[in-house]
Nanobody
Framework: VQLQASGGGLRQAGGSLRLSCAAT????????VAWFRQAPGKEREFVAA????????HTADFVKGRFTISRDNAKNTVSLQMNNLNAEDTAVYYC??????????????????WGQGTQVTVSS
């Protein structure tokens, strides 16, 4: 499977963005899918993950109540709705897929396939 992330852009603080992760080559339904982000000079960090049939999601504490992950297996896509953005959300956002993980898999090493990343910039 190959992943393509899109939807990044520039927003003012308090604004919203919706990121999309589209899969090609294989159905995404057999994978747990997550979003990670990496800011300049920082390590890649877990943002949110969704289980294979969307029965379970897990979101990092620092985005709880603001970001929502969802998936549409019929369209082979996973989305990340980001509301009430702040400057600390500025980063490159990556989607990733894991065949063996769960929605609680937060270590990047547990993910087998990565998209190319999409830049999110929030101005304060």
């Amino acid at each position: 499977v190959q992943l393509q992330a899109s939807g990044g852009g520039l927003r003012q603080a308090g604004g919203s963005l919706r990121l999309s992760c589209a899969a090609t080559g294989r159905t995404l339904s057999s994978y747990v899918v997550a979003w990670f982000r990496q800011a300049p000079g920082k390590e890649r960090e877990f943002v949110a993950a969704v289980s294979r049939v969307a029965a379970a999601t897990h979101t990092a504490d620092f985005v709880k109540g603001r970001f929502t992950i969802s998936r549409d297996n019929a369209k082979n896509t996973v989305s990340l709705q980001m509301n009430n953005l702040n400057a600390e959300d500025t980063a490159v956002y990556y989607c990733a897929a894991s065949q063996s993980g769960t929605s609680r898999s937060i270590d990047p090493r547990q993910y087998d396939v990565w998209g190319q990343g999409t830049q999110v910039t929030v101005s304060s």
